[in-house]
C-alpha cells in the first residue's frame, strides 16, 4: 500500500480505525495489522436487536409489512422483520417497527426495549448506537380478550 492510499484510509476510518458504508462495518482492532480487520453486517445487528425485541416483556413482536408477512407464511422466519439498521463508520443507527402487548405500558416498553438493544448492540459489536427509533405500528389483543369484549358488545 503506497503512502497516499494509506492517507486515504485514514481519512475514511476517522480516529475509531473503522470504516465501513451502509450494509458493513469494518473494525481494524489492531492497528499495527492494516490488513487484518473485522465486517460487521447490518443483518447480524439487526438479527441482535430482533433477539433481544423478542425478550422484553410488553413487546409481543415486529412489525414487518407484506414482504415478511409472505416469507413467515412460506415457513421461513425473517429475522430481520421490521429491523432498518445503517451503519456510519463506528456509529448505528437502528429503526424498528414493532407490536406491542395490549395492556402494557408503551413508554416503559420500549424504553427497555432501547435501552437492551443499545447494551447489547454495543457490546457484541464495539460500535456506537447513534440512535434508536422504535415505531409502534399496533397492538396485539390476547383473542380472549378480544372474545369478551364482543360477548359485551352482543
Same mark, same amino acid.
Given at each position: 500500500? %503506497?503512502e497516499e *492510499?494509506k492517507? #486515504?484510509?485514514?481519512?475514511?476510518?476517522?480516529?475509531? &480505525?473503522?470504516? &465501513?458504508?451502509?450494509?458493513? #462495518?469494518? !473494525?481494524?482492532?489492531?492497528?499495527?495489522? *492494516?490488513?487484518?480487520?473485522?465486517?460487521?453486517?447490518?443483518?447480524v445487528?439487526?438479527?441482535? %436487536?430482533?433477539?433481544?425485541s423478542?425478550?422484553?416483556? &410488553?413487546? #409481543?413482536?415486529?412489525?414487518g409489512? $407484506?414482504?415478511?408477512?409472505?416469507? /413467515?407464511?412460506?415457513?421461513?422466519?425473517?429475522?430481520?422483520?421490521g429491523i432498518?439498521?445503517?451503519?456510519?463508520?463506528?456509529? $448505528?443507527?437502528i /429503526? !424498528?417497527?414493532?407490536?406491542?402487548?395490549?395492556?402494557k405500558? =408503551? $413508554? @416503559?416498553?420500549?424504553?427497555? !426495549?432501547?435501552?437492551?438493544?443499545?447494551?447489547?448492540? @454495543?457490546? %457484541? %459489536?464495539? !460500535?456506537? $448506537?447513534? #440512535?434508536?427509533n =422504535?415505531?409502534v *405500528?399496533?397492538?396485539?389483543?390476547?383473542e380472549?380478550?378480544?372474545q *369478551?369484549?364482543e360477548?359485551?358488545?352482543?
Amino acid at each position: 500500500m %503506497t503512502e497516499e *492510499e494509506k492517507k #486515504a484510509n485514514e481519512g475514511k476510518a476517522g480516529k475509531s &480505525g473503522k470504516t &465501513g458504508g451502509a450494509d458493513e #462495518a469494518v !473494525l481494524k482492532p489492531d492497528p499495527s495489522k *492494516e490488513e487484518d480487520s473485522i465486517r460487521i453486517s447490518s443483518d447480524v445487528i439487526a438479527v441482535i %436487536t430482533s433477539i433481544i425485541s423478542s425478550d422484553i416483556p &410488553g413487546i #409481543a413482536g415486529m412489525s414487518g409489512g $407484506v414482504v415478511g408477512g409472505i416469507a /413467515e407464511r412460506l415457513g421461513r422466519k425473517d429475522m430481520t422483520k421490521g429491523i432498518k439498521v445503517d451503519v456510519d463508520e463506528d456509529r $448505528v443507527t437502528i /429503526e !424498528l417497527s414493532v407490536i406491542v402487548e395490549y395492556g402494557k405500558s =408503551i $413508554v @416503559e416498553s420500549t424504553d427497555k !426495549l432501547k435501552k437492551e438493544i443499545r447494551n447489547n448492540v @454495543e457490546k %457484541t %459489536t464495539g !460500535l456506537k $448506537v447513534q #440512535a434508536i427509533n =422504535i415505531n409502534v *405500528e399496533g397492538i396485539n389483543v390476547p383473542e380472549e380478550e378480544g372474545q *369478551e369484549e364482543e360477548k359485551q358488545e352482543s
